[in-house]
Nanobody
Framework: QLQLVESGGGLVQPGGSLRLSCAAS????????IGWFRQVPGKEREGVSC????????HYADSVKGRFTISRDNAKNTVYLQMNSLKPEDTAVYYC???????????????????WGQGTQVTVSS
């Protein structure tokens, strides 16, 4: 069964950190661009960060630049999103997605991704 599973979400105070993981089963992430998206109730899902499949180019939304870092560990078939200096407005359900034919300049759009995880809740609150 081909699937992505996110983990690492939780409750954290403002200014804190979390590391989200996106683990793949049934396929190899090496060949896929990976995107992290987030969604809050009543709003559209937005692209947060993504990493290309071939040369590990990365892209970040302006709202998370300098605070979030995306990386991949091909040996573990996992992509990470390190989130530092978290703010209450980062509260959302975070999803990872994998796409075999994603252009890095378009990776923050949902279109073109082949697989999606079920999401993990991140809550930033004091």
């Amino acid at each position: 069964q081909l699937q992505l599973v996110e983990s690492g979400g939780g409750l954290v105070q403002p200014g804190g950190s979390l590391r989200l993981s996106c683990a793949a089963s049934g396929f190899t992430l090496d060949y896929y661009a990976i995107g992290w998206f987030r969604q809050v109730p009543g709003k559209e899902r937005e692209g947060v960060s993504c990493i290309s499949n071939s040369d590990d180019l990365t892209h970040y939304a302006d709202s998370v630049k300098g605070r979030f870092t995306i990386s991949r560990d091909n040996a573990k078939n996992t992509v990470y999103l390190q989130m530092n200096s978290l703010k209450p407005e980062d509260t959302a359900v975070y999803y990872c997605a994998a796409g075999a034919h994603i252009l890095i300049k378009l990776c923050h759009y949902e279109v073109g991704y082949d697989y999606w995880g079920q999401g993990t809740q991140v809550t930033v609150s004091s």
